[in-house]
């Protein structure tokens, strides 16, 4: 009999009173989610696409230099990433409200979320580009059409808990063939490669080969950090991404290893064969490198 | 037992020597030979030419493993960017004809193939599986007994588990037993599993993103009692080094945890000098860490404090 008034409470009761609760906390947030939003409308509208751009980036960059404001923040962040990560609808609401706490400038997230400014979230034909996923799977990662968008992903995802890299809303749009949206969003690049979203992925979607395609396409597009296009400069001069100095090479002599390690720093013809390889693939004419200077364009 | 092609690749050899020289000791007390491999180069860096191109990224890694194809033999590294980048290659041109066919080609502007049979071999694997903990054990003079080491596995070491599969990624203990041999206490930390922050070309591009992430581990690897970092990356090794100082720097917490990459760890537990494992050239102090486990140090120390 106990078994049966579990069962009985599990189906009817407590699952009844659960949706309840939920629903009830639901209606408290949304007016509140509305006001704001359109207290903020006319604001955001003004904004140029590239200002908003960079405000989504922004947050966690900008808090840099103030110490203190740091910490409270990211915390704040997580708690709440913590709490809903099931919860579909929750991701634009979840910056709605850090942004709240630390009174930012308007993110683009809490514009997405509303149906105030129709015209501007809608998405309407011109923007699918229906060849797009396609693209993604002939490169290597078919299985991103398996993606039934759970979020586990994005609920690993230790860049996602700390920047506003979301990689489950990016594969949606893979899926959806919003190619623009796709190869112009930075925070692609925040990904570390850790694979704890391809690890937990219920649908064995290769999420992190789609990352580096999606990356691939970007940087094809000319969308490459200074930063990354000097290493790849280091390895067209030395061979090596981190190429040797002097402290080190004092280093190396004092354990009793040779000064240069047994590499393309001691092999010049090896050198030449890297290079070779990497005109031959355009590697150099890719990052602008330019060979009589050294130094990228 | 076999021995195998070395592959250096450019933070070991480039900034933390001591790591290399313990390693090549070390083997050759185990009757293994570390070959060099003449001529290699950067692996190349997964998070930028993985990034950018990856017909570049597979033709300079399968060019790298043209030279222990050469060489007969199977090819150890001791990086997991590097391990990630070979591994991967080797896994991807094995399986993909198409992919081997393009490579070729570009291989063939420098008189070289790519034929695909030898293995990428991850150092640390290598030390669990070919030489085994009961030989680790009986080689270590100094046993570290005092220490609490958190260990950071690092991402590309294990994952992705399907192509991988030397340990489960969620809860790996081939570390930590690796650790105990030594007589050190392998501690549990939360999100142990996370990544240091340096990967897919974040710590270049986005530094403050890069040591956001350090620093959560630092915290938690802290709470737990951690006396030493103990990694099996270079790169792993250089953001919880470097990015200590880095942290205190730009948002003033001071954590001081020594970090060791795995080999100089071993090293150190088999009587090697801290100046030959290059410790002494880190950033943050390692002293703490040898003190405590070092009997000599212990007593110098009661001589100064009386035994205070």
Redo the contacts between chains.
């Keep these: 009999m106990k078994n049966l008034r579990r069962l009985k409470n599990f189906l009817t009761g407590q699952e009844a009173e659960e949706d309840k609760k939920e629903e009830i906390s639901e209606d408290i947030q949304t007016p509140e989610i509305v006001e704001e939003t359109s207290d903020r409308t006319e604001e955001t509208i003004e904004t140029s696409p590239a200002v908003e751009e960079n405000a989504e980036l922004e947050p ?2 900008e808090e ?1 230099p103030e ?1 203190e404001e ?1 910490e409270p923040e ?1 915390t704040v962040e997580e708690e709440i990433i913590e709490e809903d990560v099931p919860e579909e609808k929750e991701e634009p609401k979840k910056e709605v409200e850090v942004v709240e706490e630390a009174e930012k400038p308007k993110t683009k997230g809490s514009v997405n979320m509303s149906l105030l400014n129709r015209e501007e979230n809608l998405v309407s034909p011109e923007d699918v580009d229906n060849t797009f996923k396609q693209d993604i799977m002939d ?2 990662a078919d299985t991103v059409a398996l993606c039934y968008q759970c979020g586990t992903c994005t609920g690993s995802c ?2 996602g808990k ?2 506003p890299y979301r990689i489950r809303s990016i594969i949606r749009k893979s899926l959806m063939g919003l190619r623009n949206e796709v190869l112009t969003d930075d925070t692609i ?8 979203c ?2 937990r992925c219920p649908r064995g979607v ?1 999420i ?1 080969d789609v990352v ?2 999606i ?2 396409m970007q ?2 597009a000319g969308r ?2 200074q ?2 296009k ?3 400069s280091f ?1 067209l001069k030395t ?7 002097d ?2 090479m004092a ?2 002599k ?4 040779n000064e240069l ?4 720093h ?2 010049p ?3 030449e ?2 290079r ?3 005109k ?4 150099d004419t ?2 602008g490198y330019n060979w009589e200077t050294g130094e990228i364009e | 037992m076999a021995d195998f092609a070395y592959f250096l690749g450019c933070i070991m050899n480039n900034r933390y020597p001591g790591i290399e020289k313990s390693s090549r000791v070390m083997f050759e007390k185990f009757g293994i030979t570390l070959n060099d491999m003449e001529g290699a180069s950067c692996c190349p860096a997964p998070g930028v030419f993985g990034s950018f191109d990856k017909t570049s990224w597979l033709s300079i890694a399968a060019r790298n493993i043209t030279i222990a194809e050469d060489m007969g033999m199977d090819i150890m590294t001791e990086c997991n960017g590097c391990f990630g980048t070979l591994f991967e290659t080797n896994h991807e041109l094995h399986g993909d004809e198409e992919a081997k066919t393009k490579v070729n080609e570009i291989l063939a502007e420098v008189g070289r193939e790519y034929k695909g049979d030898i293995k990428v071999r991850h150092f640390a694997e290598i030390l669990y599986n070919d030489i085994g903990l009961d030989k680790i054990a009986e080689a270590v003079t100094k046993p570290l007994d005092n220490l609490n080491v958190a260990v950071h596995y690092g991402c590309h070491f294990l994952r992705p588990t399907a192509d991988v599969q030397i340990d489960n990624a969620e809860k790996p203990t081939i570390l930590d037993e690796i650790v105990e041999t030594t007589g050190a206490k392998s501690i549990d930390y939360r999100d142990k599993m996370q990544c240091c922050g340096a990967g897919g070309g974040v710590r270049s591009r986005d530094i403050d993103v890069a040591l956001d992430f350090t620093r959560d581990k630092l915290t938690n690897m802290t709470a737990a009692g951690a006396d030493v970092i103990v990694n099996v990356c270079p790169f792993c090794h250089l953001q919880f080094d470097v990015g200590q100082t880095e942290i205190k720097k730009k948002l003033g917490d001071e954590f001081q945890i020594p970090v060791f990459h795995l080999a100089q760890f071993l090293g150190l537990a088999m009587g090697y000098s801290p100046e030959d494992l290059t410790v002494d050239a880190h950033q943050i102090c390692v002293d703490p860490a040898l003190e405590k486990c070092s009997l000599e140090e212990l007593e110098k120390l009661d001589e100064i404090t009386g035994g205070e």
């Design positions: 966690v960059k840099e110490t740091l990211i490169a290597g230790p860049s700390r920047t690049w925040e990904c570390v490669t850790c694979y704890a391809q690890e290769a992190v580096k395609i990356r691939n940087s094809h490459m950090a930063a990354h000097m290493t790849g390895v061979g090596h991404g981190v190429p040797i100095n402290a080190t280093l190396r004092r354990v009793g290893l390690p047994p590499t393309t001691e092999y013809e090896a050198l064969e890297v070779s390889i990497l031959k693939t355009g590697f890719l990052i």
